[in-house]
């Protein structure tokens, strides 16, 4: 007898109009002890479908048709009255974003605690050694002292192991990971993946794991549902859907990141140079100001980066790969040199330095952040030309922005849109709009692709593909996923704690890595 048996199951969400149908009679089933991946992109309805198991939807906005079921023991957990006590006790649930799901003005282990006495009745002392026991076995370091700590104290990578301490607190038979690792560091997320294999194994568990990458997914599953537009499209054992897919979504989903990288002959000529190049931050102050310590988040970068090649610097989050980016941008303050086409950038007067940031353009990792929601696509495209530009006339503006949104993939109706009225996709589309009309030499990527789909991520990536052979640029692509810095990387370095450790070839980095921690990046993300 199935664990989890769901049947015919849609959800509708009103509108102005009547309704809009996100799940469309779906039925699926999570057998006692396998790990059930569901699998799609953004808008899929994977999602939505096991909030349904746990009556999380936004009701009554949300709301399913009477023909849908979803069974449990024997008892139907749609509009079910003991639904809460299944939550958090017989089904753990962790979300994707720890940050927005951990109350910020509690400590953790307030809110481990509170999870453990809503379904089991322990004395405080008890339950603080519960708790304790919870973070250790999550890999939790210095447990004790962390019992105090609130949210924002402790990384991404610490937070969702809070939330999955929250989720087995009370050895639920099943738990549901919604998109656990998505935010995170391949080599974190490979830590995570290990934790919840342990403590399915620990706990005899089923899980039912949400995402939208398959091959991550690969890893883990015994059996995969794969979703598109609020159906299952296929389903079937790992090994099958990977030796034979049948629907083209899926073959799509497994090849995402199969993109051929454009072979180019790289020339001698050397566009931008980094010569001990330090980022120093202050730790503490003294009375009157000034700074006493500091921390070097750059310690002495030494690059040099040639005309029309990209060059892919990886590392996990706090390795200075924004930090350096940034500099070179002269956006922050920093030691050392950084000669861009033979000039020096620390050196030169603030009109040349203007002039000079029309050649060097940056995207930033969440475009929906970077682009101001009060302003049209065709003025948040064109607002490079005011500033750069001012003398162009009105017919010469109009014409670069219709031709770069053309560019990008982006149409002439959508140029009159706000960007609340896009997709991910598209947002980064507009930003990468706006930093090429300037017809910049050097563009800075950093993280543009880490909060998208796979299959999304991989358009973007043969968007940028393009442009740099039609329009002869040179990249620096900043990431921590080595299959997006696989895809587009000429060279790469690779960084740890403010240092590049290894820098070389990008087919010799990933045919021969010198670095331990190298081998560890590139083994966790394939």
Known sequence: M?????????????????????????SWKLEKGEVLGIVGESGSGKSLSVLSILGLLPYPKAFHDKKSAI???????????????????????????????????????????ENINQHQKISETATRKKVIELLKLTGISQAEKRLKAYPHELSGGQRQRVMIAMAIANHPEILI?????????????????????????????????????????????????????????????????????????????INSFNTLNIVKNIPKKELLSVKNLT?????????????????????????????????????????????????????????????????????????SLKNLRSQIQIIFQDPYNSLNPRMTIAQIIGEGLEVHF???????????????????????????????????????????ARAIILNPRLLILDEPTSALDVTIQAQIIKLLQKLQKDKQLTYIFISHDMRAIKSMSDEIAVMKDGKIIEIGKAKSIFEHPQNPYTQNLISASF
């Open 177 to 253: 990971a919604d998109e656990p690792t998505t935010a995170l560091d391949v080599t974190i997320q490979a830590q995570i993946i290990e934790l919840l294999m342990d403590l399915r194994k620990k706990f005899n568990m089923s899980i039912i794991f949400i995402s939208h990458d398959l091959n991550l997914i690969k890893k883990i599953a015994d059996r995969i549902i794969v979703m598109k537009d609020g159906k299952i499209i296929e389903e079937g054992r790992t090994e099958q859907i990977f030796a034979s897919p049948q629907k083209n979504y899926t073959k799509d989903l």
């Open 390 to 432: 001012p003398k162009l006339s009105t017919y010469s503006k109009t014409r670069k922005i219709l031709q770069t949104s053309k560019d990008v993939g982006l149409n002439k109706n959508d140029l009159r849109k706000y960007p609340h009225e896009f997709s991910g996709g598209q947002r980064q589309r507009i930003a990468i």
């Open 71 to 113: 069974y449990y023991n024997n008892q139907n957990l749609l509009y079910n009255p003991n639904l809460r006590k299944i939550r958090g006790s017989k089904i753990g649930f962790i979300f994707q974003e720890p940050m927005s799901s951990l109350n910020p003005l509690h400590t953790i282990g307030k809110q481990i605690a």
């Open 279 to 351: 980022v120093k931050y202050p730790l503490s102050k003294n009375f009157w100001g000034k700074t006493k310590q500091t921390i070097n988040a750059l310690e002495n970068i030494n690059l040099t980066i040639p005309e029309g090649i990209t060059l892919g610097i990886v590392g996990e989050s706090g390795s200075g790969k924004t930090t350096l980016g940034q500099a070179i941008c002269n956006l922050i303050k920093s030691e050392g040199e950084i000669i861009f086409s033979n000039q020096n950038i620390k050196k030169i007067d603030k009109k």
């Open 2 to 26: 199935s664990l989890i048996d769901v049947k015919n199951l849609s959800v509708y969400f009103k509108t102005d109009d009547g309704f809009s149908t996100a799940v469309n009679d779906v």
